[in-house]
């Protein structure tokens, strides 16, 4: 459970932990600043200072009123001051210089801390001097991130969240009129409550704390009404372990095996919010699941109430069926089965039963180079979903085509700079395209894949590959392999059972028209254990996929 007392502990163990990362040499050009696994102290690592600060200011820490503490603070601004660049700004070593958003993380680090320091800077003269040092740290880098720019989607909501809560801390600053210009952008939020970048690991939940945080300062309430949006959708995006589909990420956390504990100072503060005894539950989960954050100590320190927590909790849903048709996605969870199918990805479905996990499933065939299956008409159909590949050219950019493309002569002068411009112009010569179908419906036990293959010419060679996350054993009729990463497995006929301990699923029937390895235009899983199923089209065929408990007893799924 999520709770101030637990809390502190964490936030005396970064201390410990960031304490040995900086540099106290003053002969260094670095002094002060804090390094980071790559050897490096970056301008922005004076971030670090927020967890300090918390220490030294709250009486439940170890480290309160340490006036060692205080004077590594002191260290760490001079430092912010000698590195920033003349627009206030901070560098990020690894990608941007500087940067506005990366700025706008630092000060939103900063910021709930040194207003804690303002708070009682009059009884405290080291506090005074912490809102002084980082406070002016703060004042300093508005200007440059009003005049600065963005990256990528999330900044928007980071940046504004920022210069809100500086705004609050020095009334003097005018950050309304560049808050107001992002809104009025529009939040990036669809109906389902996913955002345009869908990370489920990590920017969803910066957005949900930025939009939070904006929402309260300026008394806008209707920031809030994405946020829930979110948190609804993300539940169910959760595995029974806590962790998270990523697989629909457009971010660096794609694929990644994580339980998305930085969601739950938004589930807990919108708990707390709107009396919500669902969103606590989930909070409690999160933190049983995958440890409590110290992105959470900011909502006891600006809502001190909160440290006492009587809000009764919600009984966790654990059995669902939930379809988020702007978003494409279908999400079933019964108990330790969990599934999810996409449109618009190459991994249209993948289950997880306990520790077994079947990461994908794709199809692809050899078709020019259209095989690649992705999921367009997304649609819901009785106890499941369907989705269509519609068989495009996508190495062409210049033009939509569809199916096989061979061009023809053109009456212009070739060369080689100008080879791509001209070849949208050429005539064409082509061959229909080769559509693939894919419908999805839960049975007992599991799911079946009805998968059909529309126009094109046949044959043509086509696979289905079944990618497993590494670790376990693939037993068949015949056969006992390990599953390691990078192995690829054909299943000639029957089904195969994927295990790992007593957790369990079954694919099949097998075939195996065709022995390529790697089939040529189709994606490569090289961080997976791959069995592979192939024929020919015409394809009309159902794959089977069942989960449970392995019995050694039986030696089959129950």
């Excluded at 430092?79 to 500087?98: A, E, H, Q, V």
């Excluded at 809100?164 to 808050?179: K, M, N, S, W, Y």
């Excluded at 599934?339 to 994908?360: D, I, W």
């Amino acid at each position: 459970m999520l709770s101030y007392k637990a809390l502190i502990p964490k936030l005396d163990q970064s201390v410990e932990n960031i304490l040995k990362q900086q540099v106290i040499d003053k002969s260094r050009a670095d002094y002060g600043g804090f390094i980071g696994p790559d050897a490096l102290a970056n301008p922005s690592s004076v971030g670090s200072a927020s967890s300090l600060g918390y220490a030294y200011l709250l009486e439940e820490s170890r480290y309160f009123h340490s006036q060692e503490l205080l004077e590594r603070i002191m260290m760490a601004a001079a430092f912010g001051r000698k590195w920033r660049r003349p627009s206030g700004c901070f560098d990020l070593f690894i990608t941007n210089f500087d940067s506005a958003p990366d700025n706008a993380f630092l000060l939103s680090f900063l910021a709930p801390m040194v207003r804690e320091a303002q708070r009682v800077a009059d009884e405290d003269a080291g506090a005074a001097r912490i809102a002084e040092e980082l406070g002016e740290l703060m004042h300093t880098g508005v200007p440059g991130m009003i005049k600065g720019g963005i990256h990528t989607p999330n900044h928007r909501w980071i940046l504004i969240s920022a210069l809100a809560q500086t705004g609050r801390l020095f009334p003097d600053l005018e950050v309304v009129p560049t808050i107001d210009a992002y809104l009025q952008e529009g939040i990036d939020a669809n109906a389902d409550g996913e955002y345009i970048e869908r990370s489920t690991g990590v920017y969803n939940a910066v957005v949900n704390r930025s939009l939070r945080f904006v929402a309260e300062i300026l008394d806008r309430p209707e920031l809030l009404e994405p946020v829930r949006r979110n948190l609804d959708l993300s539940y169910h995006l959760m595995h029974g372990d806590g962790t998270v589909v990523t697989s629909i990420s457009r971010r660096q956390d794609r694929g990644e095996k994580v339980v998305p504990t930085c969601l739950a100072d938004g589930y807990y503060g919108l708990g707390r919010m709107d009396g919500n005894g669902f969103y606590l539950a989930v909070t409690d989960w999160l933190c049983e699941q995958g440890g409590v954050g110290l992105e959470c100590l900011p909502l006891f320190v600006e809502h001190p109430e909160w440290r006492q927590d009587d809000v009764e909790r919600e009984e966790l849903p654990d059995s669902y069926a939930e379809v988020y048709p702007t978003s494409g996605l279908w999400r079933v969870r019964r108990g330790q089965v969990s599934a999810t199918a996409a449109a618009g990805l190459t991994t249209p479905f993948s289950v997880k039963y306990g520790n077994a996990e079947l990461t994908a499933v794709k199809m692809s065939n050899t078709y020019f180079a259209t095989g690649q299956f992705e999921g367009e008409d997304f649609e819901v159909v009785d106890g499941g979903i369907r989705m269509r590949h519609l068989g495009r050219n996508k190495i062409y950019p210049e033009k939509d085509y569809l199916g096989g493309i061979y061009w023809l002569p053109i009456d212009e002068k070739v060369t080689a700079e100008n080879w791509a411009e001209v070849r949208g112009r050429r005539g064409t010569y082509e061959v229909p395209p080769l559509e693939v179908e894919l419908k999805i419906v839960e049975v007992e036990g599991g799911f079946d894949l009805h998968i059909k293959s529309l126009g094109g010419l046949d044959p043509v060679p086509f696979q289905i590959e079944c990618v497993f996350a590494p670790g376990g054993e693939l037993e068949t009729d015949s056969a006992v392999v390990e599953g390691k990463v990078g192995n690829t497995v054909f299943l000639r006929e029957g089904r195969a059972v994927y295990r790992v301990g007593s957790d369990a699923i079954s694919i099949g029937p097998g075939e195996a028209r065709h022995l390529m390895w790697q089939m040529r235009n189709s994606e490569p899983s090289p961080e997976g254990f791959r069995v592979l199923i192939t024929s020919m089209t015409p394809i009309d065929r159902v794959l089977e996929i069942r989960c449970g408990d392995w019995s050694w007893g039986e030696g089959d799924i129950v």
